[in-house]
T-cell receptor, first 119, second 119 residues
Framework: AQKVTQAQTEISVVEKEDVTLDCVYE???????LFWYKQPPSGELVFLIR??????QNEISGRYSWNFQKSTSSFNFTITASQVVDSAVYFC????????????????FGQGTILTVHP | DTGVSQDPRHKITKRGQNVTFRCDPI?????LYWYRQTLGQGPEFLTY????????KSRLLSDRFSAERPKGSFSTLEIQRTEQGDSAMYLC?????????????????FGPGTRLTVL
């Protein structure tokens, strides 16, 4: 079975601080995707980033960056120079890549981390 | 607006009543997913369709729940004899599955959700 764990329930920072959201996952599949989604107070899930399991290169996209380490099954997400508009619930999610996987098609989400950025 | 739409956005019902939700996916998307999100938790997979075929159902989908996608376009999720434990946000997502040739990746776009309250 797949499992995603976000140990941080809530994080509070002051604007312009950097913040890292932790994510640890479990899967028996060898090929999979990892995602980060943002859920603002309006409720709609917004896709942020994805990473496939066979590419451990870490990247930066604007103020977002991520650190994928397959050896520790972690997929951490960093927001640089946080802004008040970043306040939301952030979800890490996992999905099998191919139909031979145990959970093909569906996303498995973590419990979410509530991020509050104070002005 | 060409995103995923859901109707209604809010539904309040009394225990024992039947409710039906509708999801209209992005027009060219052949996959449609239903998730349920309870307060303070991440979304949990319920079921998904490829065109009109229902390919996977979660154990969370009890006999009181039924989903359809009759023409491979919009989908409905019906809950019969609602219980207070059914109170949650019901999220719909859609994606375009282009198969293994396209790398198997198909990002899911989420709708705004239907918030169900069972009194």
């Amino acid at each position: 079975a797949q499992k995603v764990t976000q140990a941080q329930t809530e994080i509070s920072v002051v604007e312009k601080e950097d913040v890292t959201l932790d994510c640890v996952y479990e899967t028996r599949d060898t090929t999979y995707y990892l995602f980060w989604y943002k859920q603002p107070p309006s409720g709609e899930l917004v896709f942020l980033i994805r990473r496939n399991s066979f590419d451990e290169q870490n990247e930066i996209s604007g103020r977002y960056s991520w650190n994928f380490q397959k050896s520790t099954s972690s997929f951490n997400f960093t927001i640089t120079a946080s802004q008040v508009v970043d306040s939301a619930v952030y979800f890490c999610a996992l999905r099998s890549l191919y139909s031979g996987g145990t959970s093909y098609g569906k996303l498995t989400f973590g419990q979410g981390t509530i991020l509050t950025v104070h002005p | 607006d060409t995103g995923v739409s859901q109707d209604p956005r809010h539904k309040i019902t009394k225990r024992g009543q039947n409710v039906t939700f509708r999801c209209d996916p992005i027009s060219e998307h052949n996959r449609l997913y239903w998730y349920r999100q309870t307060l303070g938790q991440g979304p949990e997979f319920l079921t998904y369709f490829q065109n009109e075929a229902q390919l996977e159902k979660s154990r969370l989908l009890s006999d009181r729940f039924s989903a359809e996608r009759p023409k491979g376009s919009f989908s409905t999720l019906e809950i019969q004899r609602t219980e207070q434990g059914d109170s949650a946000m019901y999220l719909c997502a859609s994606s375009l599955n282009q198969g293994a040739k396209a790398g198997g990746y198909n990002e899911q776009f989420f709708g705004p959700g239907t918030r169900l309250t069972v009194l």
